[in-house]
């Protein structure tokens, strides 16, 4: 079956270091995987879109790259701040481009 | 601009009571999707609106499931009769283009006693 799979331990980092969160696929190539983050009691905010023709894409601290050889995303904060503690999720398009499946999240906490 | 607005965002019912969600989508968003997030697992699709007509539907549970998208504004997430394991938190989201960058509600946290 197409899998979309996050590391579900949480990641503990110090603030000011870079935070790496992986997203894996099987069994499929996704056109593009987008990436969001949730906080608690809040709906998911898209964060980035990347394209199986990009290699890398940048927002401000945020970088996604997308390796279609490794079946791998991977998802970087630079300069992390205890404000970017939250739950991110990868998300891939499903069967036919019309609906978004989202992978379980990984919960990241940034200590002061 | 509005985002995405769900009401009501707490529903506490009792087994075998009709409950009634509503979803307001950013205005011109013909994209209208709803998911449910039940506890400890992950965020789960249930169907896909393209204005009013139901794109994809493949997630809905059950037939105790009936979501409506009048006029391809607003739409409606009906449970009927709700069960137990029906708890959890109902999200409505919003697209401009199919797929790509949802814009997400606050959720309605549903609890079925």
């Known amino acids: 079956s197409q899998k979309i799979e996050q590391n579900s331990e949480a990641l503990n980092i110090q603030e000011g270091k870079t935070a790496t969160l992986t997203c894996n696929y099987t069994?499929?190539?996704?056109?593009?995987l987008q990436w969001y983050r949730q906080d608690p009691g809040r709906g998911p905010v898209f964060l980035l879109l990347?394209?199986?023709?990009?290699k890398e894409k940048r927002k401000e601290r945020l970088k996604v790259t997308f390796d279609t050889t490794l079946k791998q995303s991977l998802f970087h904060i630079t300069a992390s701040q205890p404000a970017d503690s939250a739950t991110y999720l990868c998300a891939r398009e499903g069967d036919g481009g019309f609906k978004t499946i989202f992978g379980a999240g990984t919960r990241l906490f940034v200590k002061a | 601009e509005a985002g995405v607005t769900q009401f009501p965002s707490h529903s506490v019912i009792e087994k075998g009571q009709t409950v009634t969600l509503r979803c307001d989508p950013i205005?011109?968003?013909?994209?209208l999707y709803w998911y449910r997030r039940v506890m400890g697992k992950e965020i789960k699709f249930l169907l896909h609106?393209?204005?009013?007509?139901?794109?994809?539907e493949s997630g809905m549970p059950n037939n105790r499931f009936l979501a409506e998208r009048t006029g391809g504004t607003y739409s409606t997430l009906k449970v009927q009769p709700a069960e137990l394991e029906d708890s959890g938190v109902y999200f409505c989201?919003?697209?401009?283009?199919?797929?790509?960058?949802?814009?997400f509600g606050s959720g309605t946290q549903l609890s079925v006693l």
């Open positions: 989201a919003s697209s401009q283009v199919t797929g790509e960058k949802l814009f």
């Open positions: 069994n499929y190539s996704p056109a593009y």
């Open positions: 205005s011109g968003h013909d994209n």
């Open positions: 609106f393209v204005k009013e007509s139901k794109q994809d």
């Open positions: 990347i394209r199986e023709n990009e």
